[in-house]
Structures are given as C-alpha cells and as structure tokens.
C-alpha cells in the first residue's frame, strides 16, 4: 500500500489509511491490469483514479503481505519502479497537513540508499523523498526552488525481512514533520519527535509520485533494483 492524503485533522492518520475527500492517491496492489499496448498499471482507490504504471518488467504480485496482496518489485535484480503521473493538480493547491507513506518490506538492507516513494520527477520541482539509508528511514522535503528545506534519518534500524508501516506527516503551515514507523512483526511503533524546519515547502510541485524510484535520471544512475528487492502493500 502507498498512499498519498491531505489531511484535515491529525486524527485521520491511523496508518490503514480509509479512503475519504482528502486522499489524493491510494494504491494497494491487490490486483493489476495489462493494455493492450502491454502497459502493466494498478488502480488507485482514491476518487483521483491514478494508477501506478510500471516502469520495466521485473514485477510479481504475491501473497506474502500485510492486507491482501503486495507488489514485488526487481526480484530478478532489475531495476524496475512504478510512475503515477500527476496531472499538476495532486499537491497544488498544497496547504495545511498532508501525509505520505505505506507498507515495505526489504528481503535485505543493504548499506546504499533504496527508494521507497518520492514526489520527484526529471523537469519538474520535487517535494518529498522517502527512503532507506543503511537501513533508516530518511525523509527529505523540498521547497519552491527545488532546494532541500528538510532531511532527517531516524535513529530506529530496519530489519531485513519484515513487514513495516512508514508513514509521515508534514504541517505546511506550522513547518512540522513527524515520522512513524511501526513494525508488523512484533507490533511495536516508532513515533518520531515533532520536527522543525525553516523554509516552506513547496507549494505545487508538478512532480511525478515513483515508487521504488527517486526520478528518472537517478534511478537509472543509481540501479537501485541492483541493490535491493522492495516490496509494497
């Protein structure tokens, strides 16, 4: 599962993530669809109707998930990802609270960065980055100008194997972030502190949602299906 929403409340943040008015995105990879162009996409259970596109060919659906199915991505050691093309209207106008993040789980941790979900596309100004560093979970914001306004690894370390929740939510207005991690092996939670940051981010990015990927150019560069297996529910 990934998913992208606005919040109204801090309260509508429970982590299974119900689809209301203010989900902006929500993909649970329970089942997906081929074109007649061989396009593989899974559908979004937001009233948006954005589906996540595969970019590549190393992808299976497998039972091994939280909720239902989940999406193995670059099993073969690929370096597949999935696109969720923004139309410029999912973070514009961008105000108040909103929040990202879904369910991951890495058959490794590898010691390089691997991409979990990223606002972030070539040509366009980015907002969030998602990812594992040497198993840590890193945020990155962004502001107006493309400039990073916000990074931070948590100090809690991943485990290869295991289901995880990672979730953020970010207040625009009071210039906040707040990560949680929660572990589905043993049901404990990581809750971040409240953390601050200067410049505003950014206010309607234009920027592609990839999963499994940070932009086009990079995830080419960096070949992240040759680090790590990722897969997502």
């Known amino acids: 599962m990934a998913v992208i929403s606005i919040l ?5 943040f429970t982590g299974e993530m119900p689809v209301t008015s203010h989900t902006e995105g929500l993909w649970r990879f329970n089942s997906g669809s081929v074109s007649d162009e061989n396009i593989v996409s899974f559908p979004d259970s937001s009233d948006y109707m954005r589906p996540a ?16 199915n989940s999406l193995e991505l670059n099993m073969a050691g690929s370096s597949s990802y999935l696109r969720v093309a923004n139309d410029a209207t999912m973070f514009s106008p961008l105000y108040g609270r909103f929040a990202f993040g879904g369910c991951f789980k890495l ?26 560093v040497d198993g840590h979970v890193t945020v990155m914001l962004c502001g107006a100008t493309g400039a990073t306004c916000y990074i931070y690894s948590e100090t809690v370390q991943l485990q290869p194997n295991r289901w995880y929740f990672i979730g953020v939510t970010v207040d625009t207005e009071g210039k906040t972030v707040q990560t949680v991690v929660g572990d ?15 410049t505003a981010v950014n206010p309607s990015s234009s920027a592609d949602v990839l999963i499994g990927a940070w932009d086009y150019e990079r995830s080419e560069e960096r070949r992240v ?3 790590c297996t990722v897969l997502c529910r």
């Not at 991409?115 to 998602?130: E, N, V, Y």
């Open 107 to 132: 058959p490794t941790v590898p010691t390089t960065a691997v991409p979990l979900l990223a606002a972030q596309s070539t040509g366009q100004t980015s907002l969030f980055r998602l990812e594992v």
């Open 225 to 227: 299906g040759k680090e």
């Open 8 to 12: 109204s409340e801090q309260s509508d």
């Open 53 to 68: 596109v595969l970019v590549g060919s190393d992808y299976a659906l497998s039972t091994d998930a939280v909720f239902g």
């Open 184 to 198: 589905y092996a043993d049901g404990s939670f990581y809750t971040s502190p409240v953390r601050t940051f200067q």
